[in-house]
């Protein structure tokens, strides 16, 4: 068959569907992409973040926060630092942040990423508000739950005596001395990582995590019925209504009904 | 030497611009400058201007992000320069992609490339509009900025500014890619911010203006020109390219022997011509 010229319409035509194709096929493949790269969920990142979400919307990845840090702390994600591209973030083992009182890191940013009204009390900075994440212990690798006197994570603490404090328990094994265990007080906590810093194991028995990851979550259900404050929160709690077979009656004819029906039969 | 100048005179001044502006970021971050702070995503001249790059802002936007002024009034600054000045002059000037891709294409002319692919190129120089509107969809879907994500041109500069990791990888793969693959690849056919500003500077002042009685025919501005088909009246009429998709590289004024293209300002030389 002769090859016939295309008319301007069956171009026009061809031209759209080829572009809707490869638009269709890029974008699902961008998007599964960035479904990935923005999935870690390990990021510390630099005081007065927002919300993982919104802060990976709302940063525009130019460090100016970066370039703010006294302290070297900050550092933009790298192609195979394996975070989220281009954006702060702190390895508190490395270096961990060193709780400026005038927090340069939050004014400079120029998108609001980093929210100076999050870490404003009574219109000063207030840089022990900040939560840029939370302690945790690992009792089996902390040597101060083994017996050992240890108190470095205490006394690194720039919220001494409150962020972290230390239980006294007795020693039943040597029957004489006491465990100095360190107990993290997550509402005093501000996730700075002195402590991941100054902890003198291997791998740091206490580490920071984003509280996200960190903290579980009881729900409106379990209420401490002791706590005047905390039972408010019952009125937030949801009924959860579902239907079975069985349940589509009420139990009382339920019970008179079909199942004495069956056991006549 | 005079006539070096006078053929490399304004790929010279470039050069200077991007390293220039590099060096500067890079100062900021090592030494603690003040002159520009940041990087090409948004920075602070001596602490107080704002500058920002408006095609990441319509992402975020796209992404539903909530932004604060400083970064507003630094993308309005950056897109007004540009709109009304620059034309795309950040594509050429600015973006340190640009010194890879020319790179590129200076090798291709070294081993013969340019001979053996010939003139037609195998794709459309539209596909940049297509993945600039497309990175906008994804933007929304994804709830992020989609291009900032997956740019060579952030990673590259970033990299520079603040130490670059895997980013080199990057920036082989552009090279590799116009070098190889498709002639004028990354910046002339796919880069969605290099088709932003080819929207945004369509109107700017700043325009290359042909004069058709000077030129000799010789078309070696044709041929050096990264988006040639700009260039489409020489030695047909004497017009400004007024194609937005024009990079005011000026590469086809310096290699000109005739004068015949020349920058000029568009309001100006309008009025010259209905005077003739």
């Known amino acids: 068959m002769k090859k016939q010229a295309l008319s301007d319409r069956r171009k026009f035509i061809l031209t759209m569907a080829r572009g809707f194709g490869l638009a269709t096929m890029g974008g699902f493949i961008w998007s599964a992409f960035l479904d990935e790269a923005t999935a870690s969920q390990l990021t510390l990142r630099p005081p007065a973040a927002l919300s993982e979400d919104d802060f990976l919307k709302t940063c525009i990845k130019c460090g100016l926060c970066v370039e703010a840090c006294p302290y070297d702390t900050l550092s933009l994600a790298k192609p195979g630092d394996d975070k989220p591209l281009g954006t702060p973030f702190f390895v508190p083992r490395d270096v961990p942040c060193y709780m400026c009182p005038d927090i340069p890191c939050v004014p400079v940013c120029p998108t609001g990423a980093l929210d100076q009204s999050s870490v404003t009390t009574n219109g000063i900075l207030d840089i022990k508000s900040a939560d840029m994440g939370l302690a945790v212990v690992d009792e089996e690798s902390c040597i101060a739950f083994w017996g050992i006197q240890c108190d470095a994570c205490y006394r690194a603490c720039p919220i001494l005596g409150q962020a972290i404090t230390i239980e006294y328990q007795k020693n039943e094994r040597t029957g004489k001395h006491a465990f100095m265990k360190p107990v993290v007080h997550s509402d005093a906590c501000t996730g700075c990582g002195l402590c991941e810093h100054a902890c003198v194991t291997e791998k740091a028995a206490i580490q920071i995590l984003p509280r996200e990851l960190a903290q579980g979550k009881a729900g409106n259900y379990y209420i401490k019925g002791w706590d005047k404050e905390d039972e408010k929160r019952l009125k937030n709690a949801k009924e959860i209504k579902s239907t079975t077979e069985i349940s589509k009656q009420k139990a009382a004819d339920k019970l008179n009904g079909d199942l004495l029906e069956d056991l006549y039969e | ?276």
């Open chain 2, 1 to 276: 030497m005079k006539k070096v100048w006078n053929n490399y005179r304004y790929l010279i001044l470039r050069r200077v611009t991007q390293i220039g502006l590099l060096f500067l970021y890079f100062g900021a971050n090592i030494w603690g400058w003040t002159l520009l702070r940041g990087d090409l995503s948004a920075s602070m001249i001596l602490d107080t201007v704002p500058m920002s790059d408006p095609y990441a802002l319509l992402q975020m936007f796209s992404a539903g992000a909530l932004l604060a002024s400083d970064v507003l009034i630094g993308a309005l600054i950056v897109t007004l320069f540009y709109f009304l000045i620059g034309g795309r002059a950040f594509c050429s000037w600015v973006c340190p992609i640009n010194m890879v891709t020319d790179f590129a294409e200076f090798v291709r002319e070294l081993i013969g490339m340019n001979q053996l692919t010939g003139v037609k190129q195998p794709a459309s120089r539209n596909l940049r509009y297509w993945v600039l509107g497309l990175s906008l969809i994804v933007s929304a879907v994804m709830g992020v900025a989609a291009f900032e994500f997956i740019s060579p041109i952030s990673m590259m500069h970033r990299g520079i500014v603040f130490g670059i990791g895997f980013g080199w990888a990057a920036v082989t793969i552009i090279f590799l890619f116009d070098l190889f693959v498709l002639r004028h690849g990354w910046c002339g056919h796919i880069c969605p911010l290099g088709g932003f500003y080819s929207l945004l500077g369509k109107f700017s002042f700043i325009r290359v203006h042909h004069s058709e009685e000077k030129c000799t025919l010789c078309m070696k501005c044709k041929v050096v020109c990264p988006e040639n088909q700009v260039l489409h009246m020489i030695g047909k009429e004497s017009l400004p390219v007024l194609s937005g998709e024009c990079t005011n590289c000026a590469r086809c004024i310096e290699v000109c022997d005739d004068d015949a293209l020349n920058f000029s300002i568009r309001n100006i030389m309008q009025s010259k011509k209905t005077g003739e």
